[in-house]
């Protein structure tokens, strides 16, 4: 069994910061990847960043030089600073790992997801 639990959402006013984390637990060989993807009223489910354990970054293009994606290994959490927060950013965040529980056992998992919104 493996848990996502995300923590940090909520209300910000537009040009404001939030802070989104994400420990995994359970039964845990490896993570090979830990990311963030976020799906808006009415839109698909879509990547925002995710961080490989290469320490390889992605970026949506719309949130590049505003949100920084961080990663614990030691602690199997993924971390999210938004910075400059827009309208445009609002949604429920997901956190996502793709893990690995045994040799023969390597699966995505996801988060319950963290309400994002951004309004004055």
């Known amino acids: 069994q493996v848990q996502l639990v995300e923590s940090g959402g909520g209300l910000v006013q537009p040009g404001g910061s939030l802070r989104l984390s994400c420990v995994a637990s359970?039964?845990?060989?490896?993570?090979?990847?830990m990311g963030w993807y976020r799906q808006a009223p009415g839109k698909e489910r879509e990547l925002v960043a995710t961080?490989?354990?290469?320490?390889?970054?992605d970026y949506a293009d719309s949130v590049k030089g505003r949100f920084t994606i961080s990663r614990s290994i030691a602690k199997d959490m993924v971390s999210l600073q938004m910075n400059s927060l827009k309208p445009d950013d609002t949604g429920v965040y997901y956190c996502?790992?793709?893990?690995?529980?045994?040799?023969?056992?390597?699966?995505?998992?996801w988060g319950q997801g963290t309400q994002v919104t951004v309004s004055s």
């Open positions: 996502y790992a793709d893990i690995r529980r045994s040799v023969s056992h390597r699966n995505a998992y």
């Open positions: 359970g039964s845990i060989v490896s993570i090979n990847a």
């Open positions: 961080i490989a354990s290469g320490s390889t970054l």
